[in-house]
């Protein structure tokens, strides 16, 4: 894993609001993720262990965007040795000029052949805490094109960004109704290679274009909150024993469901 970042890697993210990461992970790295994630998204048929949400996935608009399974960690202990690293928490920490932080969750996001467009929106809004200083890294398990459904991004925009958002419908460009001043904002399209990462920041906004060809477009996504951010009340992707455990304006720092990944406290060590 390619782990270590330039202070001009620091100072793009933070400029832009997002980042590639070349080569994030060897060949072989590439090989043992992708074997892993494919098989643990396999193994689980709800989307988000433990919320009762029913969990089916349907015909419409939204489950032909992509299959997402959430917190593959939780269910999967050899996945879990393997992406909670500190050195990815640490990545998130230092690009966000935060002390800390915890996983909020992880999800697998695969495009599958002739699968719909992710529409433009904001990432944080959805969540259960509000930060400006949340960040996902974005791993590409197959190469990314303009063709299959790459990601997209506003340069700079986070930095305007309010916690106004739209859901993920049929509209890609509803997010322009709600922030009209981006509606003439050219995008960067950001293909990628399998094994190449991206850290968005979580009032970036984003979309990812359809995926016109036969084949999957398999990314894993993980999303690290600052240390210390706390609920907003929205359960978003909480198993009801969280959501259940938690009022307004506590401290999400329970590390059954949110551990600190950097920096890993003494007496305890995801490895
Ligand atoms: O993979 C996609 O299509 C969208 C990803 C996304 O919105 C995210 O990771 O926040
Ligand atoms: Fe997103």
Known sequence: MKTNLTPETITRYQRDGFVKI???LSAQELETWRTRITAAVTDRNERIPGANDGGGVGDDFYDNVFTQRVN???TDNQLKQLVLKEDIGKMAARLEGVDGVRIWHDQALFKGPWANPTAWHLDDPYWSFY???ATTIWVALDDVTAQNGALYFLPGSHKQARLDNVDLGP???DLFKVYPEWKTHEPVCLEMKAGDASFHNGIMPHAAGPNMTPHPRRAFAMIFMPDGSVFNGIRNVMPSKQFES???GDVLNDDEF???IYP???SRSVE
Request: proline content about 10%.
């Open 22 to 24: 070349d080569s994030f």
């Open 72 to 74: 593959l960690w939780r």
């Open 131 to 133: 930060s400006r200083h």
């Open 171 to 173: 509209n890609v460009g």
């Open 246 to 248: 938690l009022k307004k």
């Open 258 to 260: 949110n551990p600190l």
């Open 264 to 266: 890993v406290p003494q």
